[in-house]
Nanobody
Framework: QVHLVESGGGLVQAGGSLRLSCAAS????????MGWFRQAPGKEREFVAS????????YYAASMKGRFTISRDNANNTVYLQMNSLKPEDTAVYYC???????????WGQGTQVTVSS
């Protein structure tokens, strides 16, 4: 079992920045690729970004590439999502997730709300 706890969400104006954190506990952190997803009201959950086991391979959804940066700190069992140039359409609940066998993610956090005002 991997327990994931997100933090860092909040209210920000358009054009602003936020950094989300996801602290992991339980099984060995480096056994898992990590991802961020988001779900806006009335919409399906969508992929945001992922990072490989050793912080080496990163992938982004097209609409986030260049604005968001995913990274992980294996020494502290934490994954981050730096979000810049935020837009109102980035408003959503953001979830982190852990995967031992991509593309399936077995473990999910409870989510953190990000609201971007225009």
């Amino acid at each position: 079992q991997v327990h994931l706890v997100e933090s860092g969400g909040g209210l920000v104006q358009a054009g602003g920045s936020l950094r989300l954190s996801c602290a992991a506990s339980g099984r060995r952190f480096t056994d898992y690729a990590m991802g961020w997803f988001r779900q806006a009201p009335g919409k399906e959950r969508e992929f945001v970004a992922s990072v490989g086991y050793r912080n080496d391979m990163t992938y982004y959804a097209a609409s986030m590439k260049g604005r968001f940066t995913i990274s992980r700190d294996n020494a502290n069992n934490t994954v981050y999502l730096q979000m810049n140039s935020l837009k109102p359409e980035d408003t959503a609940v953001y979830y982190c997730a852990a995967s031992s066998r991509l593309p399936e993610y077995e473990f999910w956090g409870q989510g953190t709300q990000v609201t971007v005002s225009s």
